[in-house]
């Protein structure tokens, strides 16, 4: 059964998005420097990992305001999508999780899940089978699927920068989770943290 791992950039700060993120903006004001690592990674072998394992993701899932603003004049597009496009030989099938799906679509290949963060789960595990099922944002998603004991890893790209404010993360946890930490990959860019969660916790 596909693994479920939790996967995003954070400020030391504890912020995934700079001030007044939206659908014009995206990561809010300045918060491109959360993804320095990103945007560097082709003269960094070890930042580049990090995407080129992207292409063993079977499924992805991702919440409304993310799915909003990568369906938006601004977002996903011929040079950049999912892993900032790296040479994938496919895009992965994304479930976005929502109230209401929208009426129309600039992209296409997304599913909609109205049932809330254990249904999507449950259906992108379906799909992705022995691949993994990767939950890429925002926030309250990964918020949510940790509470609810539904992830199994939990990578954080930790950028070298401070956003001071923002959308932060883990503010809808509110009781203790344990981590066993798995990794640690320092580059000149980010520190990648890898921690495995007890789904039976």
Do not use: C
Request: hydrophobic share 40%; no cysteine.
């Amino acid at each position: 059964m596909s693994t479920v791992i939790a996967d995003i950039s954070m400020s030391l700060d504890g912020y995934i998005t700079g001030p007044e993120p939206g659908d014009d903006k995206g990561l809010g004001i300045g918060g491109e420097a959360l993804h320095g690592w990103v945007l560097n990674s082709e003269d960094s072998p070890r930042d580049r990992h990090f995407l080129e394992v992207a292409e063993h993701h079977g499924a992805v899932i991702m919440g409304r305001r993310t799915f909003d603003f990568v369906d938006g004049p601004h977002g996903w597009n011929d040079e950049i999508g999912y892993a900032f496009d790296h040479e994938l030989p496919t895009r992965p099938p994304i479930f976005v999780v929502t109230h209401e799906a929208p009426e129309t679509t600039r992209l296409t290949g997304f599913t909609f899940i109205t049932d809330g963060i254990p249904a999507a789960v449950e259906a992108a595990r379906a799909t992705a089978g022995e691949r993994k099922t990767v939950i890429m944002g925002g926030a309250s998603v990964i918020d949510q699927a940790l509470a609810a004991g539904l992830v199994d890893e939990l990578r954080i790209h930790l950028s070298p920068v401070m956003m001071g404010s923002g959308t932060r993360l883990f503010d809808q946890i509110d009781e203790r989770v344990l981590l066993n930490q798995r990794d640690v990959v320092v580059t000149d860019h980010a520190t990648h943290l890898t921690y495995r969660l007890d789904r039976n916790r």
